[in-house]
């Protein structure tokens, strides 16, 4: 069964800094395609990030440069780091694989 378990979100002020964990379980991450997404409150869901399975990374303009998709293989687990976040980049945040997501982590920023 395929299972997804994002962490680490937090309230930080602007400018801050988070890193957001995805434990997976059920397949092999290096396998597929990965990635994450966010929902801002009264929106819809926003892709931001690819990691593929060669490692090849993909990213939103609305955080590039900023944000930083990685993966552990060892650990089963897919990050995301977050740089210089800005009050717009609140929401939940799911890591994806396919279709499945998991509960999602919430990242407030505000000062």
């Known amino acids: 069964e395929v299972q997804l378990v994002e962490s680490g979100g937090d309230l930080v002020q602007p400018g801050g800094s988070l890193r957001l964990s995805c434990a997976a379980s059920?397949?092999?991450?290096?396998?597929?395609?990965m990635n994450w997404a966010r929902q801002a409150p009264g929106k819809g869901l926003e892709w931001l990030a690819d990691i593929y399975s060669d490692g090849s990374t993909y990213y939103a303009d609305s955080v590039k440069g900023r944000f930083t998709i990685s993966r552990d293989n060892a650990k089963h687990t897919l990050y995301l780091q977050l740089n210089s976040l800005k009050i717009e980049d609140t929401g939940m945040y799911y890591c994806?694989?396919?279709?499945?997501r998991g509960q999602g982590t919430k990242v407030t920023v505000s000062s």
């Open positions: 994806r694989k396919g279709t499945t």
């Open positions: 059920g397949f092999t991450v290096s396998d597929y395609v």
